[in-house]
Antibody
Framework: QVQLVQSGSELKKPGASVKVSCKASGYTFTSYDIDWVRQAPGQGLEWMGWINTNTGNPTYVQGFTGRFVFSLDTSVSTAYLQISSLKAEDTAVYYC??????????????WGQGTLVTVSS | EIIMTQSPATLSLSPGERATLSCRAS???????LSWYQQKPGQAPRLLIYGASTRATGIPARFSGSGSGTDFTLTISSLQPEDFAVYYC????????FGQGTKVEIK
């Protein structure tokens, strides 16, 4: 079965960097893009963009350019989200997600369990 | 950017009652691009409905979706205790955007 397993919670100081991982299993990793979604405390879901797992080409939506980097290690079927120059407002749960099996839909059928990143001095 | 507006923000209902949640897009979207998610505290979102009206794998029949163009609806025919949660709509017609969510709480 398809699984997306993310790395554990992180506590970072302002100005530091963090790298969140999302390890995929149960399917051919390079067959589906990986998307990233942010959820600030008590807030809704914000789509950050995606990475093409075939080409490694990332696409960032407005508001997530500059300090946010999507990357891959296809040898271990893992996608990464790195955030640099962390700010308090980056405190959130970050999810990786994948679309429906067989691309029956572009909806996110599969989600990681989420990684809480807390930025605090 | 397509803005998705959900209403109401909070719905207070009793178990067994019918829940009707609304999602309005700022411009027309294809029905195939509209989905609904359920999220419980401390959990990742779960896909309920895609293509505006198709239930995802394993989703009970009490959940149904309808609508087209700019107006979409998620209906829960008879609320079960496990259905009290936050619900989000999403469009992927033009990039992706989520609605702000509707919380279904116990009255």
């Amino acid at each position: 079965q398809v699984q997306l397993v993310q790395s554990g919670s992180e506590l970072k100081k302002p100005g530091a960097s963090v790298k969140v991982s999302c390890k995929a299993s149960g399917y051919t990793f390079t067959s589906y893009d990986i998307d990233w979604v942010r959820q600030a405390p008590g807030q809704g879901l914000e789509w950050m963009g995606w990475i093409n797992t075939n080409t490694g080409n990332p696409t960032y939506v407005q508001g997530f350019t500059g300090r946010f980097v999507f990357s891959l290690d296809t040898s271990v079927s893992t996608a990464y989200l790195q955030i640099s120059s962390l700010k308090a407002e980056d405190t959130a749960v970050y999810y990786c997600a994948r679309v429906y099996d067989n691309r029956a839909s572009n909806a996110f059928q599969h989600w990681g369990q989420g990684t809480l990143v807390t930025v605090s001095s | 950017e397509i803005i998705m507006t959900q209403s109401p923000a909070t719905l207070s209902l009793s178990p067994g009652e019918r829940a009707t949640l609304s999602c309005r897009a700022s411009q027309s979207v294809s029905s195939s691009s509209l989905s609904w998610y359920q999220q419980k505290p401390g959990q990742a979102p779960r896909l309920l409905i895609y293509g505006a009206s198709t239930r995802a794998t394993g989703i009970p029949a009490r959940f149904s979706g309808s609508g087209s163009g700019t107006d979409f609806t998620l209906t829960i025919s008879s609320l079960q205790p496990e259905d009290f949660a936050v619900y989000y709509c999403q469009q992927d017609y033009n990039l992706r955007t989520f609605g702000q969510g509707t919380k279904v709480e116990i009255k």
